[in-house]
């Protein structure tokens, strides 16, 4: 989370340095060169502490990786998939288009040749454990969104490690292409938080804690349908309203200049109504 | 005292501290457009509270997971029960926080109209809904013997409930009055002084009417009584503090005035922590209601660590903050579109 956190500040700076840079304002280009030093590490290890997190779901929540893998039959060594067509609703098996022999080992288990155990066989342990019931989750929705977290993540690593490279080079502020892309990328770190929260969050279910309780067994029992109706329709329409003004007030304090220095100290003389 | 009671005690205290806190900034907030008549006024009102609002606030947070934490049955039972409640409340702090971060970041006196609408809209909703919650705990709601709410959102408006709404709301507007007069000076002192009285009279009949009707339904103890007591002499002060020109008296008094006020609520309803009016049988309790011995003992573990650092760094905002606010200097030639663009915190 602070990682990610991390990662989305640092676009947004970068962003706004660079759409000022591109209108050759000079003083952008330390914010671009501080964006690019947080971004690097940060985009760096979250794709690291991810993977390491990939290893300890495969021991806590298997369903969540293999859903993820729509892995219907257990495998060993695992292959990873790029893209795929069907194998989300049931267990027919999905046409994988483009498979990276041994990833899905590397990423589950962490070693090469690891055995990754397929939704049907878990289908049937916790069958077995916890008694009859359905605990695969939603496999189309893990699996996409497994997929554009750890693609959007690389992209965003790769990029940062460009800006990087052009920073050692000296040329990020004249960089016309990067500067373009790194104006535009900033949805990137939104969509790839949001799928890694849809894909921890679909993933366990149908547990709301793992093993211990089912989200259908959580439910309030005074609460009804129209209530929870009304309270998401009311949550949905604030925050519409306030992603808007949030966007527009943003897009204009983004493309201000920076205030003059003697305009500083004026404002120091007197205390400021910051409010 | 077991750790129960200890935790029933440690959960009055925050949401007492809540009001306190967040009792002058609701009243603040609520008055800020009838104090300061100019745009420089009001914003010199809101600039009284501007860096102490969002620390207050997380009194409330800190309130509601206490409960959650240490009475799990009473979270689940009461929350679920104020459910389009909460609901309301949320919406009315959502608007509320958004207003001061926002109101001066926009452009044109449109803009400004409407978030100083939404923070008075939302200071008078959010003590409100709140205040009609802490009193249905005690007027009792429709609850089965499984903890169940069977009612409906209409059931939450039980007479006493909506008195002790309507008390708190005007104990915070009256708390807002002796901060500001506290805090500002001039023309916005002047008029948080004059409303300050209106508002002293009106909540000593509120509260002696409180105190009266909490007696009738709650044969509360000696701790309630003193309370109560306490409650009534702290809005009598604070009326003479604002009459005879000592702000510092006048804000202590509305202080105890509304401390004491929301702890007679706790203290009445020991060893209840939420009233059935179903039957007396399915009414929730302290100790019915409680977490299991080593969940409290890790929780008290942990408030005795962090509670006294959370005091100090909140604390230390007030040191640092502790100025009267004025407008800025006429000769220093700032309208409030410029000034708007220092960062906040």
């Given at each position: 989370m602070i990682l990610a956190s991390l990662v989305t500040g640092a676009m947004v700076m970068l962003a706004v340095s660079a759409w000022q840079l591109r209108r050759g304002r000079e003083s952008f280009k330390t914010p671009a060169l501080l964006s690019i030093v947080v971004l690097l590490p940060a985009s760096a290890l979250a794709l690291a502490v991810g993977s390491h997190l990939g290893v300890i779901e495969t021991t806590y929540q298997p369903m969540k990786i293999a859903a993820a893998e729509a892995q219907w039959e257990t495998c060993q060594p695992c292959s990873f998939s790029l893209f795929q067509i069907g194998g989300g609703a049931n267990d027919e098996d999905p046409t994988k288009i483009i498979e990276v022999p041994h990833l899905l080992s590397l990423l589950a288990t962490g070693t090469w040749d690891g055995e990754v155990v397929g939704l049907n066989e878990l289908q049937?342990?916790?069958?077995?454990?916890?008694?009859?019931?359905?605990?695969?989750?939603?496999?189309?929705?893990?699996?996409?969104?497994?997929?554009?977290?750890?693609?959007?993540?690389?992209?965003?690593?790769?990029?940062?490690?460009?800006?990087?490279?052009?920073?050692?080079?000296?040329?990020?502020?004249?960089?016309?292409?990067?500067?373009?892309?790194?104006?535009?990328?900033?949805?990137?770190?939104?969509?790839?938080?949001?799928?890694?929260?849809?894909?921890?969050?679909?993933?366990?279910?149908?547990?709301?804690?793992?093993?211990?309780?089912?989200?259908?067994?959580?439910?309030?029992?005074?609460?009804?349908?129209?209530?929870?109706?009304?309270?998401?329709?009311?949550?949905?329409?604030?925050?519409?309203?306030?992603?808007?003004?949030?966007?527009?007030?943003?897009?204009?304090?983004?493309?201000?200049?920076?205030?003059?220095?003697?305009?500083?100290?004026?404002?120091?003389?007197?205390?400021?109504?910051?409010? | 005292m077991n750790l129960a009671d200890l935790w029933f005690v440690i959960v009055a205290v925050f949401w007492t501290g809540f009001f306190v806190l967040e009792g002058f900034d609701f009243g603040?907030?609520?008055?800020?457009?009838v104090v300061g008549r100019s745009e420089t006024e009001r914003r010199v009102a809101i600039n009284t509270i501007g860096p102490f609002w969002d620390g207050n606030e997380v009194w409330l947070v800190v309130g509601g997971a206490a409960i959650f934490a240490a009475f799990p049955a009473w979270y689940a039972t009461w929350f679920s029960a104020a459910y389009l409640a909460v609901l309301l409340l949320l919406v009315a702090l959502i608007v509320r926080g958004l207003s001061f971060e926002w109101r001066g970041r926009g452009r044109g006196d449109q803009w400004r109209w409407s978030w100083s609408l939404c923070l008075t809209l939302g200071s008078v909703v959010a003590p409100t809904v709140l205040g009609i919650a802490l009193g249905d705990l005690l007027a009792g709601l429709p609850i089965n013997g499984d903890g169940v709410f069977t009612g409906s959102f209409w059931d939450l408006f039980t007479g006493f409930g909506l008195w002790t709404g309507l008390t708190v709301l005007l104990l915070c507007l009256l708390h807002g009055s002796t901060f500001l007069t506290l805090r500002t000076t001039d023309d916005v002192r002047r008029r948080a002084q004059r409303y300050g009285r209106i508002l002293g009279i009106i909540v000593l009949v509120a509260v002696a009417v409180f105190a009266v009707w909490m007696v009738v339904i709650a044969q509360p103890g000696v701790v309630s009584y003193v309370l109560l007591a306490l409650a009534v002499l702290g809005t009598l002060a604070a009326s003479i503090g604002l009459l005879r020109h000592r702000d510092g008296l006048a804000f202590i008094a509305s202080t105890i005035a509304i401390a004491a006020t929301v702890g007679s609520l706790f203290a009445s309803l020991y060893p209840d922590v939420l009233v059935s009016s179903t039957s007396s049988a399915n009414s929730l309790t302290v100790a019915g209601s409680a977490s299991g011995d080593y969940a409290l003992t890790v929780m008290t573990i942990v408030a005795a660590v962090c509670f006294p650092i959370v005091l100090l760094y909140q604390g230390y905002t007030y040191v640092v903050f502790r100025h009267r606010i004025a407008g800025p200097a006429p000769q220093a030639g700032h309208s409030p579109e410029t000034g708007a663009v220092a960062p906040s915190e």
């Amino acid at each position: 989370m602070i990682l990610a956190s991390l990662v989305t500040g640092a676009m947004v700076m970068l962003a706004v340095s660079a759409w000022q840079l591109r209108r050759g304002r000079e003083s952008f280009k330390t914010p671009a060169l501080l964006s690019i030093v947080v971004l690097l590490p940060a985009s760096a290890l979250a794709l690291a502490v991810g993977s390491h997190l990939g290893v300890i779901e495969t021991t806590y929540q298997p369903m969540k990786i293999a859903a993820a893998e729509a892995q219907w039959e257990t495998c060993q060594p695992c292959s990873f998939s790029l893209f795929q067509i069907g194998g989300g609703a049931n267990d027919e098996d999905p046409t994988k288009i483009i498979e990276v022999p041994h990833l899905l080992s590397l990423l589950a288990t962490g070693t090469w040749d690891g055995e990754v155990v397929g939704l049907n066989e878990l289908q049937a342990q916790d069958v077995a454990e916890y008694g009859p019931g359905d605990y695969v989750p939603n496999v189309f929705i893990q699996y996409w969104s497994m997929r554009v977290m750890a693609y959007l993540g690389t992209l965003v690593f790769l990029f940062s490690a460009w800006g990087a490279w052009l920073a050692f080079r000296r040329k990020l502020p004249t960089s016309r292409v990067f500067l373009f892309l790194a104006t535009w990328a900033v949805p990137l770190p939104y969509l790839m938080n949001t799928a890694g929260w849809m894909l921890t969050e679909n993933g366990r279910q149908p547990w709301i804690v793992q093993g211990l309780m089912k989200t259908a067994d959580g439910v309030s029992a005074s609460v009804s349908a129209t209530e929870l109706i009304i309270s998401l329709s009311a949550f949905f329409l604030v925050y519409v309203v306030l992603i808007v003004l949030d966007v527009v007030l943003m897009l204009r304090y983004g493309r201000r200049d920076l205030a003059a220095p003697d305009e500083e100290v004026e404002r120091d003389r007197a205390p400021a109504l910051t409010y | 005292m077991n750790l129960a009671d200890l935790w029933f005690v440690i959960v009055a205290v925050f949401w007492t501290g809540f009001f306190v806190l967040e009792g002058f900034d609701f009243g603040v907030g609520a008055l800020h457009s009838v104090v300061g008549r100019s745009e420089t006024e009001r914003r010199v009102a809101i600039n009284t509270i501007g860096p102490f609002w969002d620390g207050n606030e997380v009194w409330l947070v800190v309130g509601g997971a206490a409960i959650f934490a240490a009475f799990p049955a009473w979270y689940a039972t009461w929350f679920s029960a104020a459910y389009l409640a909460v609901l309301l409340l949320l919406v009315a702090l959502i608007v509320r926080g958004l207003s001061f971060e926002w109101r001066g970041r926009g452009r044109g006196d449109q803009w400004r109209w409407s978030w100083s609408l939404c923070l008075t809209l939302g200071s008078v909703v959010a003590p409100t809904v709140l205040g009609i919650a802490l009193g249905d705990l005690l007027a009792g709601l429709p609850i089965n013997g499984d903890g169940v709410f069977t009612g409906s959102f209409w059931d939450l408006f039980t007479g006493f409930g909506l008195w002790t709404g309507l008390t708190v709301l005007l104990l915070c507007l009256l708390h807002g009055s002796t901060f500001l007069t506290l805090r500002t000076t001039d023309d916005v002192r002047r008029r948080a002084q004059r409303y300050g009285r209106i508002l002293g009279i009106i909540v000593l009949v509120a509260v002696a009417v409180f105190a009266v009707w909490m007696v009738v339904i709650a044969q509360p103890g000696v701790v309630s009584y003193v309370l109560l007591a306490l409650a009534v002499l702290g809005t009598l002060a604070a009326s003479i503090g604002l009459l005879r020109h000592r702000d510092g008296l006048a804000f202590i008094a509305s202080t105890i005035a509304i401390a004491a006020t929301v702890g007679s609520l706790f203290a009445s309803l020991y060893p209840d922590v939420l009233v059935s009016s179903t039957s007396s049988a399915n009414s929730l309790t302290v100790a019915g209601s409680a977490s299991g011995d080593y969940a409290l003992t890790v929780m008290t573990i942990v408030a005795a660590v962090c509670f006294p650092i959370v005091l100090l760094y909140q604390g230390y905002t007030y040191v640092v903050f502790r100025h009267r606010i004025a407008g800025p200097a006429p000769q220093a030639g700032h309208s409030p579109e410029t000034g708007a663009v220092a960062p906040s915190e």
